[in-house]
């Protein structure tokens, strides 16, 4: 499976964003991580493969949404109320499990997308 990330910018804060992923083939779970400057890889959102169960990082959990279209084989990720915080390469990646947030169960990893947010 090949992941490919899209809609990464720079945006100020309180502003929003929105990441799409489109994958080669069918997916079950998805999920998206981020990783900023000089720290680890860390979970953001996760949706299972029906896209009924979704789960969030607390940090996140109220601002982000994640959603999905299996027709089209994508994810995305609605960002609101973004801080600098959430300043990082953004990835989506996929599973063979239906639905996890573990960052060593997803086998498959697009190539990250940069965002952005201004003070």
């Known amino acids: 499976v090949q992941l490919q990330a899209s809609g990464g910018g720079l945006v100020q804060a309180g502003n929003s964003l929105g990441l799409s992923c489109v994958a080669s083939g069918r997916t079950f779970g998805m999920g998206w991580f981020r990783q900023a400057p000089g720290k680890e890889r860390e979970f953001v959102a996760a949706i299972n493969s029906d896209g009924n169960i979704t789960t969030y990082a607390d940090s996140v959990e109220g601002r982000f949404t994640i959603s999905r279209d299996n027709a089209k084989n994508t994810v995305y990720l609605q960002m609101n109320s973004l801080k600098p915080e959430d300043t990082a390469v953004y990835y989506c990646?996929?599973?063979?499990?239906?639905?996890?947030?573990?960052?060593?169960?997803?086998?498959?990893w697009g190539q990250g997308t940069q965002v952005t947010v201004s003070s």
């Open positions: 990646a996929a599973s063979p499990i239906s639905f996890t947030f573990s960052k060593g169960r997803y086998p498959y």
